[in-house]
């Protein structure tokens, strides 16, 4: 078996590992560093693989990378906003039931552009937060996107977003 994991200081590691009773055993770990304009990015937060063998796999301050886990071959994906921009400080994904592929990032909430070759902001028709740090999100059955923000708890769906950083009591 393989785990996957992001690390904020050796990169993408792979580590192979088998079951020995109640025990998991790595057997073999395998790092893996990008390079981005000629500086190495191993600064990585999150990483989610989706059903084609594809690692997206979010960074500090250069976006997300998409990782091939069978030919290594990988590619940035970003906002195309100025380099180092806290909107590419990407904390978190989740991949959505309608094929929409969603980015928690240090600047709000993301998406993958339609070419998969851009991330663009989510349209927020309230007037809700959405542009705070996103530290995690989930699904749920009815497709509400919920994240969890520096300023509690967010709800998205359809272009609307409600905050929950005051629950009524």
């Not at 994991?5 to 893996?32: C, M, P, Q």
């Not at 690692?55 to 500090?60: A, F, Q, V």
């Amino acid at each position: 078996s393989v785990l996957w994991l992001a690390t904020s200081t050796y990169g993408l590691l792979r580590v192979s590992y088998f079951k020995s009773g109640k025990s998991l055993i790595a057997k073999d770990v395998k790092a893996f560093e990008f390079e981005r304009n000629k500086k190495t990015v191993n600064d990585l937060f999150s990483v989610r693989k989706d059903n084609n063998g594809i690692l997206w796999i979010g960074s500090r301050g250069d976006g997300v990378i998409r990782f091939n886990v069978n030919s290594y071959e990988y590619s940035f994906i970003t906002s195309g906003k100025q380099f180092n921009s806290p909107v590419d400080d990407i904390l978190t994904s989740c991949y959505a039931h309608d094929s929409t592929f969603y980015f928690g990032s240090c600047a709000g909430l993301l998406k993958l552009s339609e070419s998969g070759e851009k991330l663009t902001e989510v349209p927020n028709k309230t007037r809700s937060g959405m542009r705070e740090m996103i530290h995690g999100m989930q699904e749920d059955k009815t497709g509400c996107l919920w994240m969890s923000t520096n300023r509690g708890l967010e709800k998205y769906y359809a272009g609307f977003a409600h905050d929950y950083s005051e629950l009524e009591r």
